[in-house]
């Protein structure tokens, strides 16, 4: 595709339930990113994947946490039994490889009621 | 946590004018990046300077490295409505598995 594209670009859900983020980074980028943004923590990194591997997961805030990406493209950010605390734009980016400039999608606007 | 402190956090100035944006930073870096982000956007990519860089251009953009000090600038000049915005600045320590860590941002109001 053009750019990083994520999906969907706004979500509401109660609290307890399970959500799911995609993002579809940019055809040939390797290296894949995932950070939220909030008011009071501004743009946090959470994890990066190359390839398919996620090296190091310790940037994702809690174990309800969890994200994967299959076939070097597609991810997926999965957060269980939601709190309000996880309400914020999480934002997807990728890049050709590691130390690259980063492309970002527009963003998960996530509401937890 | 947020490394980069950009500086001032808002701006207000008037259309053709130049704007200037500071970052501070804690630890070594191996580059640092400036974004832009529109209001419900993601943010844009405008400039990579390298540790061993100290300024770098890019159409109204100039942006300098001062890796003593930890510190940069982006001068952004003749100033239009359209780069209303906030601008972070994001490091890069290299290697690892760590992604960008972010400033707070600088938000710059152009007046028409």
């Known amino acids: 595709g053009a750019g990083v594209s994520q999906s969907p670009s706004n979500k509401v859900t109660e609290k307890g339930k399970d959500v799911e983020l995609r993002c579809d980074p940019i055809?040939?980028?390797?290296?894949l990113y995932w950070y939220r943004q909030s008011l009071g923590q501004g743009l946090e990194f959470l994890i990066y994947?190359?390839?398919?591997?996620?090296?190091?997961k310790s940037g994702l805030p809690s174990d309800r946490f969890s994200a994967e990406r299959t076939g070097g493209s597609v991810s997926t950010l999965t957060i269980q039994r939601t709190q309000q605390e996880d309400s914020a734009v999480y934002l997807c980016?990728?890049?050709?490889?590691?130390?690259?400039?980063?492309?970002f999608g527009d963003g998960t606007r996530l509401s937890i009621l | 946590s947020q490394q980069g402190e950009e500086d001032p956090q808002a701006l207000s100035i008037q259309e053709g004018e130049n704007a200037t944006m500071n970052c501070s930073y804690k630890?070594?870096?191996?580059?640092l990046q400036w974004y832009r982000q529109n209001s419900g956007r993601g943010l844009v990519h405008l400039i990579l300077?390298?540790?061993?860089?100290r300024e770098k251009h890019s159409g109204r953009l100039r942006v300098t490295l001062d890796t003593s000090k930890k510190s940069s600038s982006l001068l952004i000049t003749a100033s239009r409505a359209a780069d209303t915005a906030s601008y972070f600045c994001?490091?890069?320590?290299?290697?690892?598995?760590?992604?960008?860590?972010f400033g707070k941002g600088t938000h710059l109001i152009i007046q028409p």
């Open positions: 980016a990728s890049s050709l490889w590691r130390e690259q400039p980063q492309h």
């Open positions: 055809s040939g980028h390797t290296a």
């Open positions: 994947f190359q390839g398919n591997s996620a090296p190091d």
């Open positions: 630890t070594s870096i191996n580059n």
């Open positions: 300077i390298r540790s061993n860089e």
């Open positions: 994001a490091t890069d320590a290299g290697g690892g598995a760590d992604g960008l860590t």
